[in-house]
């Protein structure tokens, strides 16, 4: 079945430090690919997506790129904030027809002044 | 402003009773769905309908139950059957034509 995995956290940064967070996935097929945060107490937001091999998906600084060769779509930020300290979820919904999210157990990021 | 609306914010179980957590959005989005999420783990599927009356299973569907009676509502039930409740309860939505899932903004359930 498709699955993903993340890095363990927590992943500690002082600001303006350079951002990965690594997720990589099983899957058949092309599947979707997305980057949710959770502020804390929050509900999930959805921060970038990408639909299908070599697209880069992009928001608020943030960047992730579909790579198929290495089933990879790691989140990357040049330079983090303090206000960037929060959870981060990879997801995966599969290709065809009526698919449910699958989702990795979460980044926690924390960034330092 | 359209959204996902979950209340309450927090809720209290007692032992042996049900609770109903509440999930309204006015998307008009047709797929509905229901995560738990517990420290330390992704969220796990409860429940999902893709149309009005009708509704699946998902990963733990045990000790819950779901009624999908009208397309913005989407409660989701506690039973007592349920031994492990306490956590984080996200409702999301889809629109039938997006691959993207919007959530609410959550319930914790506490059991006293």
């Known amino acids: 079945g498709n699955s993903v995995t993340q890095m363990e956290g927590p992943v500690t940064l002082s600001e303006e430090a350079f951002l990965t967070i690594n997720c990589t996935y099983t899957?058949?097929?092309?599947?979707?690919l997305f980057w949710y945060v959770q502020y804390p107490g929050e509900g999930l937001q959805l921060l970038l997506k990408?639909?299908?091999?070599?697209d880069k998906g992009s928001n608020k600084g943030f960047e992730a790129t579909y790579r198929k060769e290495t089933t990879s779509f790691h989140l990357e930020k040049g330079s983090v904030q303090v206000s960037d300290s929060a959870v981060y979820f990879c997801a995966l919904r599969g290709p065809t027809g009526f698919q449910k999210l699958v989702f990795g157990t979460g980044t926690r990021l924390l960034v330092s002044p | 402003d359209g959204g996902i609306t979950q209340s309450p914010k927090y809720l209290f179980r007692k032992e042996g009773q049900n609770v109903t957590l509440s999930c309204e959005q006015n998307?008009?989005?047709?797929?509905m769905y229901w995560y738990r999420q517990d420290p330390g783990q992704g969220l796990r599927l409860i429940y999902y309908s893709q149309i009005v009356n009708d509704f699946q299973k998902g990963d733990i569907a045990e000790g819950y139950s779901v009624s999908r009676e009208k397309k913005e509502s989407f409660p989701l039930t506690v039973t007592s059957a349920q031994k492990n409740p306490t956590a984080f309860y996200l409702c999301?939505?889809?629109?039938?034509?997006?691959?993207?899932?919007?959530f609410g903004p959550g319930t914790r359930l506490l059991v006293l």
């Open positions: 990408a639909t299908k091999a070599d």
């Open positions: 999301a939505s889809t629109h039938q034509d997006s691959q993207t899932q919007y």
């Open positions: 899957a058949t097929g092309y599947p979707s």
């Open positions: 998307l008009n989005h047709d797929a």
